[in-house]
């Protein structure tokens, strides 16, 4: 084991060797995108009947959204890529704390569980590394549809009156376009009677994925992919097969990948128009860009800086921020990159400034200065995107890094090792062993 890691990270964290400076040429596959994967493990829950979700990427966040619906009394076979769920016999209404803490998405089954059961008690997920993350637009829409909520403690508890426990249409005009609430709007609001309509509502892709499944499953839901959604409610919905769409910020980390290497690569399969901000972003820094159907060429030139600032969907994805700043640290020139969704996302900076990049942070903004190289250190990722920003440095930089914190980066990139070294990268996972 390299003197550096047992120093600097302890001897007690896997870490990722990444030998730096190295060509990478070919393909990389994408997996199917983690944050469509589990919420629509989550839309299940709206039907007794089978739902087989197709495309599932392997990732930790995915297990451990299983294990929570194991819990609930689903039924659940995991042959990954392939998921299926039968909600039929569901046990409990409540999703302790121990649950929702580990994993954030499990706050997801808000919206099925009151709409199939008529209540729910659910813990809140609490703030997390990148902010403080508050549900408000979620209760607000659950309350809007006819739910009773309240929120004690930390604990959500929401319930339906009436005999028929069915919530009722509503109009919701959100403050904010958020995803998780959109997506929890629309997953409770489909089994209600009558209509609803969703404003301000998030754009996001997986939105769209979402809505699509659950008209799969007999929804009547149009305008999803659009910030105004309607929904006319119906009284079942049924099983159905589904294939996730790819993982759009995976691509674009694969994206930057190839354009810190300098190293013309394939990605495949995207759905362009996914990565419309990125793609312009990635021009703008000198890279020249090929589309083929669902595959995307990347040929990096020189990389000049580009400023940035983080929005919802169609603008640049805040969960590429992290991943965009380490090649601007390369880069030609001076950018400046803003982060307006999350207040605590900059984590990445004081590990980049550790490898030699020029960064000063004034609050959510960075002014990074490129510099002709990064150096080799050993370095850790503090939240997923940021545990990625790592892995894409030390790809670019002198030396070998050892890169920890891969518990964050299990959680959204699925064999990511295996990936790059299909195309000429050198990582070796090491595991600690205590045995010896
Ligand atoms: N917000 C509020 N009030 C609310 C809800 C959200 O002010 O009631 C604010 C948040 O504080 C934040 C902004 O709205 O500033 C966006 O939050 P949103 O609710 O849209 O995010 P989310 O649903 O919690 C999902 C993804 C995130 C991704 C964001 C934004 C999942 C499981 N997570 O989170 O993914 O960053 O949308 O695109 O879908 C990741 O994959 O690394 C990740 C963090």
């Known amino acids: ?94 999703l302790p704390y ?30 997390c590394q990148i902010g403080e993350r508050p549900v408000a637009e979620h209760v607000k829409g659950l309350k809007s549809l006819g739910a009773l909520v309240s929120v004690e403690h930390g604990v959500v508890t929401a319930s339906v009156c009436g005999s028929k426990k069915r919530l009722k249409g509503a109009h919701i005009v959100f403050d904010c376009p958020s995803v998780g609430a959109t997506e929890t709007v629309l997953m409770a609001s489909v089994l209600a009677e009558g209509n609803s309509t969703i404003e301000n509502a998030a754009q996001e892709p997986e939105v769209k994925d979402l809505a699509r499944m659950l008209n799969r499953m007999g929804a009547r839901i149009s305008g999803a992919g659009g910030p105004k959604i309607m929904i006319e409610g119906v ?24 354009a810190i290497t300098r190293s013309p690569l394939l990605i495949e399969p995207v759905i362009p128009g996914h990565l419309s901000s990125v793609l312009q972003k990635l021009k703008d820094c000198g890279c020249k860009i090929n589309i083929e159907k669902d595959v995307i060429e990347i040929i990096p030139r020189e990389i000049i800086g580009v400023d940035i600032t983080t929005q919802p969907f169609p603008g640049f994805p805040t969960d590429l921020q992290a991943p965009f700043m380490s090649l601007l640290a390369t880069a030609k020139g001076t950018s400046v990159i803003t982060e307006k969704m999350y207040e605590n996302r900059m984590q990445h900076v004081s590990e980049l400034q550790r490898m030699g990049a020029s960064i000063r942070l004034q609050g959510n903004t960075a002014v990074i200065e490129g510099v002709p190289e990064l150096s080799a250190a050993p370095i850790s990722g503090r939240d997923l995107r940021s545990s990625a920003a790592m892995v894409l440095a030390s790809l670019a930089a002198k030396g070998t890094s050892m890169v ?33």
């Open 404 to 436: 920890s914190g891969l518990n964050h980066l299990d959680r959204g990139y699925s064999e990511i090792e295996s990936k790059l070294n299909g195309i000429g990268a050198h990582i070796i996972r090491h595991q600690p062993n205590y045995n010896h």
């Open 98 to 127: 121990e649950l929702v803490h580990v994993l954030r998405a499990s706050f997801f089954c808000i919206g099925p569980l009151l709409a199939r059961l008529g209540k729910v008690k659910i813990s809140l997920p609490g703030g």
């Open 1 to 94: 084991m390299p003197v550096a890691a047992t120093i600097s990270e302890g001897i007690f964290k896997p870490y990722l060797e990444i030998e730096g400076n190295r060509c990478l040429s070919g393909k990389l596959e994408v997996s199917g995108a983690k944050n469509s994967a589990l919420v629509l493990m989550a839309a299940s829950l709206l039907t007794e009947e089978k739902v087989k979700i197709n495309n599932v990427p392997d990732l930790t966040d995915i297990h451990g959204m299983a294990e929570i619906l194991l819990k609930i009394g689903v039924k659940l076979k995991k042959t990954l890529p392939n998921i299926e769920i039968q909600a039929d016999n569901l046990k409990h209404t409540e």
């Open 235 to 258: 009284k079942t919905l049924y099983g159905c097969e589904y294939k996730v769409i790819p993982d759009r910020i995976e691509a674009g980390t694969f994206l930057i990948a190839s």
